[in-house]
C-alpha cells in the first residue's frame, strides 16, 4: 500500500494499491465522504493510465486542484518509481 499526502484539498492522505498497472485499492482519508467513497469503487479495477488521464486537472471550487487531481498525481508519482 502506497500512502500519499494530498495538497490543497480537503482529504488529507490517499491510500492505494497499485498491481501490475491496475488499481486494487483506494481510499480517500478525510474530504467527502459519500463522494471520495464512490470514487475509489469507480476506479478499482481501471487501469492507471486511464484514472490519471480522466482525473488530471479536474479542480474543486476556486482550488487549482482536487481530490480526484490529487489522485491522480498520487499515481503519476507511483508510477515513476
Known amino acids: 500500500m502506497a500512502i500519499f499526502k494530498t495538497q490543497g484539498v480537503c482529504a488529507t492522505d490517499i491510500i492505494f494499491q497499485v498491481e501490475n498497472g491496475t488499481v486494487k ?20 479495477g481501471m ?11 479536474i479542480q474543486c471550487g476556486e482550488s487549482d486542484t482536487s481530490c480526484v487531481d490529487q489522485l491522480a498525481i498520487a499515481l503519476s508519482e507511483f508510477e515513476k518509481k
Do not use: H, T, W, Y
Not at 487501469?47 to 486537472?57: E, H, M, Y
Open 25 to 44: 485499492q483506494l481510499e480517500f482519508i478525510g474530504g467527502c465522504p459519500g463522494n471520495l467513497a464512490a470514487i475509489a469503487k469507480l476506479v478499482q
Open 47 to 57: 487501469p492507471v493510465a486511464d484514472v490519471i488521464s480522466k482525473l488530471r486537472g
